[in-house]
């Protein structure tokens, strides 16, 4: 009997110390990593294709100076250029001949747990910058700006070793 305690105990230390590891690296990552939300206007197709055209926008013009800074430096440029963002995506939808507009905020939201090939990020909050469509009652996308882990096409997705080792 006093074995199976023992037992008992040994397992349940292990139990809570690993959850405790856990807890701590999802705190870690919720606080150095800067994600982007993207909210499609309605489930219509039209309105989650245009959803990806603001995506590789945005990819486009901001990804590549966003990753090349530190967190903070990368969230203080995200603040001060905040307007680009919105501007990036109200042209894409204007030229896809949509009336309706977008947002762009920054701040701390919550996110759903996302797969990358090489890792999983848990769901929680997150700092990020969201950029809603229209109404925002449609499927979403998100990635990471920084560090930078934004893939367009998620099944052959590869984080890279920069990446990487800013993350460790």
């Known amino acids: 009997m006093n074995k199976i305690i023992a037992v008992f105990l040994v397992a349940l230390c292990m139990t809570v110390c690993v959850t405790a590891y856990s807890d701590g690296v999802q705190a870690d990552l919720q606080d150095n990593l800067i994600r982007l939300h993207i909210i499609a206007d309605s489930d219509d197709d039209n309105d989650q294709a245009v959803k990806l055209k603001v995506r590789d ?34 042209d894409v939808l204007r030229e896809n001949g949509f009336s309706y507009t977008a947002h762009a905020e920054y701040g701390k939201f919550e996110f759903p747990e996302k797969t990358y090939k090489s890792m999983i990020l848990p769901a929680g909050e997150y700092y990020g910058v969201r950029i809603v469509l229209g109404s925002g009652e449609g499927h979403n996308w998100w990635c990471v700006l920084y560090p930078p882990l934004c893939f367009t096409d998620a099944v052959y997705a590869e984080v890279p070793d920069s990446s990487k080792d800013t993350l460790k």
């Open 57 to 90: 926008a945005i990819l486009k013009n901001v990804g590549d100076r966003l990753s090349k800074t530190d967190k903070n430096e990368c969230r203080d440029e995200i603040i001060n250029d905040l307007n680009e963002f919105e501007d990036i995506a109200n």
